[in-house]
């Protein structure tokens, strides 16, 4: 995790769950976070559409399996939306 944004992504998920930023890796999935349960989920998706603005639809956050498909999944679509 060499990227601001990755850390930025990052920061934004533990601060939402509440949990010590070094819990999360880029290979953190949700199910291996107790505090991640499907209310934060939500919760995260609209934080993230929020402060990133990536233009992901729910199912797209959705098929993501860990963090790392995530922030990649964000740049993607944030890299399309400028086009």
């Known amino acids: 995790m060499n990227n601001s944004l990755d850390l930025k992504i990052i920061k934004t ?3 939402e769950l509440r949990i010590d930023i070094s819990q999360l890796t880029l290979e953190t999935k949700p199910y291996n976070i107790v505090e991640w349960d499907s209310m934060n989920n939500t919760l995260i998706f609209l934080l993230i559409e929020q402060q ?3 233009g992901l639809t729910f ?7 860990n963090i790392g ?3 990649a999944c964000i740049k993607s679509n944030s890299i399309k939306s400028k086009n």
Not at 59 to 65: D, F, K, L, P, T
């Open 59 to 65: 199912e797209e956050y959705s098929s993501c399996q």
């Open 69 to 71: 498909e995530l922030i």
């Open 13 to 15: 998920i533990a601060e």
């Open 52 to 54: 990133f603005s990536p």
